[in-house]
């Protein structure tokens, strides 16, 4: 980028390599259009401004393909030049008609979601069997019960379809008792990522999952609006709670937040606050956890939000650079290049003895990431339950009536080569399940086991 807009090289139109984007780029901005191979929808549109707080880092390679990366993020995107737009591909401004809206959503899934095989999804037979019931449909409402019945066998959390008045997504087939745990912690809802959800179980801390080291229990700290929290749960051991991984800076914003922003201009901003508030914070927790000979960390409890925060964590437990995964996605070639994510130690407080994490079904999204980067440093012993097995980001798509469609389309592999999608990252040692009878004590049972673990190094 220039300084005073984008770099003409950079004009003109682009379509992305997997991730299923058209990104338009003029003097005065970006247009950002979702596209399979037959329907676009517009996404967003900004101005350069708007440009530069999504992305931190745009380049030419020699291939003339743009490279792009989110700003404060991991990921690189890459877009191949397009010399005009696909005659083959309809630009919807706004079309309600049913049948189409339902192509485009069968297409979308074809292209881009990773994990059919892995799932045991016969997509291409799932759409045939679905189509009569759309043929049959009379209403949005209709096509929505449609497109509901079609995604449900999937049984993959990072999928729902939204409308202005309603989302449906294949929640029934979560692991872990959720009814459960909505009833133990007065939860608003079992998603554990909304902000209620954590208010609810931050409040609640000492008196539900840690009523047996009251005697023991020092220092206890909240921070980052109450999504962290740490202490010496007993003589020599260090105990931190990470309840989900965004929303830690003292803005409104980050307060009240319940998801991860969608607009590419907001996301960048609102993360790099985000990032700057955990790294004061773990600054905070670690000198005060440094004299323990052990640390636990609970992430059982973890709702997901940025991979970058679980990796601000990592960076604090190591002490040279380690690679921790490789991550690629679905595209029109097959998958794209595998990107490794190098660990590097962090400049701050640091923690380099014996760790304990505590996982479960509970434990998804960017908190399985952490899991994953956690399990490749070798002072980590992971305990627990497999995690709920959605690595992937969220893969937004538009409709072309409108509505949101989110979907995974990314396959994180561990340094072994291992995907862990749809069956969790598993544990290094197994302890029993969480089961629906008694949560709150089976929760306890297990910080008992890692604390006994935790003493005995």
Same mark, same amino acid.
């Given at each position: 980028?220039?300084?005073?807009?984008?770099?003409?090289?950079?004009?003109?139109?682009?379509?992305?390599?997997?991730?299923?984007? #058209?990104?338009?780029?003029?003097?005065?901005?970006?247009?950002?259009?979702?596209? %399979?191979?037959?329907?676009?929808?517009?996404?967003?549109?900004?101005?350069?401004?708007?440009?530069?707080?999504?992305?931190?880092?745009?380049?030419?390679?020699?291939?003339?393909?743009?490279?792009?990366?989110?700003?404060?993020? !991991?990921?690189?995107y890459e877009f191949e030049r397009w010399p005009s737009w696909d005659a083959r591909c309809t630009l919807h401004q706004s079309c309600d008609d049913l049948a189409t809206n339902f192509q485009a959503f069968c297409e979308v899934f074809a292209e881009n979601y990773a994990f059919f095989e892995r799932r045991r999804v016969d997509w291409a037979a799932l759409c045939a069997a679905v189509a009569?019931?759309?043929?049959?449909?009379?209403?949005?409402?209709? !096509?929505?019960?449609?497109?509901?019945?079609? #995604?449900?066998?999937?049984?993959d959390l990072?999928?729902?379809?939204?409308?202005?008045?309603?989302?449906?997504?294949?929640?029934?087939?979560?692991r872990g008792p959720r009814?459960? !745990?909505?009833?133990?912690?007065?939860?608003?809802?079992?998603?554990? %990522?909304?902000?209620?959800?954590?208010?609810?179980?931050?409040?609640?801390?000492?008196?539900?999952?840690?009523?047996?080291?009251?005697?023991?229990?020092?220092?206890?700290?909240?921070?980052?609006?109450?999504?962290?929290?740490?202490?010496?749960?007993?003589?020599?051991?260090?105990?931190?709670?990470?309840?989900?991984?965004?929303?830690?800076?003292?803005?409104?914003?980050?307060?009240?937040a319940d998801d991860l922003p969608h607009r590419l201009s907001e996301v960048g901003p609102f993360m790099g606050a985000d990032m700057e508030a955990l790294a004061r914070i773990l600054d905070d927790a670690l000198i005060e956890l440094s004299p323990h000979k052990a640390l636990i960390i609970d992430a059982r409890l973890n709702g997901g939000g940025f991979d970058r925060a679980g990796m601000l964590l990592c960076e604090r437990l190591i002490d040279e650079p380690r690679l921790a995964y490789t991550k690629k996605a679905r595209s029109q070639y097959g998958f794209t290049e595998p990107q490794g994510l190098t660990l590097t130690p962090a400049r701050g407080a640091r923690f380099s003895k014996p760790v304990f994490l505590l996982t479960s079904a509970f434990t998804v999204s960017a908190g399985e990431v952490f899991a994953l980067a956690m %399990?490749?440093?070798?002072?980590?012993?992971?305990?627990?339950?497999?995690?709920q097995g959605i690595l992937s980001d969220n893969l937004f798509h538009r409709l072309p009536c409108g509505w949101e469609v989110s979907l995974s389309n990314e396959v994180y592999e561990s340094l072994l080569g291992r995907c862990y999608e749809a069956e969790g990252v598993p544990p290094t040692e197994r302890l029993p399940e969480l089961g629906p009878a008694d949560l709150l004590s089976n929760l306890r049972a297990g910080l008992r086991v890692a604390a006994d673990r935790a003493r005995a190094v």
């Open positions: 980028m220039t300084a005073t807009g984008l770099s003409a090289a950079c004009h003109g139109l682009w379509r992305s390599v997997g991730y299923n984007r #058209i990104l338009r780029l003029e003097p005065d901005g970006y247009t950002l259009y979702t596209a %399979s191979a037959s329907h676009a929808r517009l996404q967003e549109r900004g101005s350069v401004r708007e440009f530069r707080d999504a992305f931190d880092r745009v380049d030419l390679d020699v291939r003339g393909r743009l490279t792009l990366s989110h700003a404060h993020d !991991l990921t690189r009569p019931q759309v043929a049959a449909a009379s209403s949005p409402e209709a !096509l929505l019960d449609a497109l509901e019945t079609l #995604i449900a066998p999937l049984a990072h999928v729902y379809v939204a409308t202005p008045a309603r989302k449906v997504r294949c929640a029934t087939a979560a009814a459960a !745990l909505q009833a133990a912690f007065g939860l608003p809802t079992p998603m554990l %990522s909304a902000r209620g959800s954590v208010e609810c179980i931050a409040g609640r801390m000492r008196e539900t999952l840690l009523p047996e080291f009251t005697d023991t229990l020092q220092n206890f700290r909240q921070a980052g609006n109450g999504v962290l929290a740490w202490g010496t749960l007993c003589p020599g051991v260090g105990y931190l709670s990470l309840l989900r991984m965004f929303g830690f800076a003292a803005s409104e914003a980050a307060r009240h %399990s490749a440093l070798p002072q980590v012993t992971l305990l627990g339950e497999p995690t």
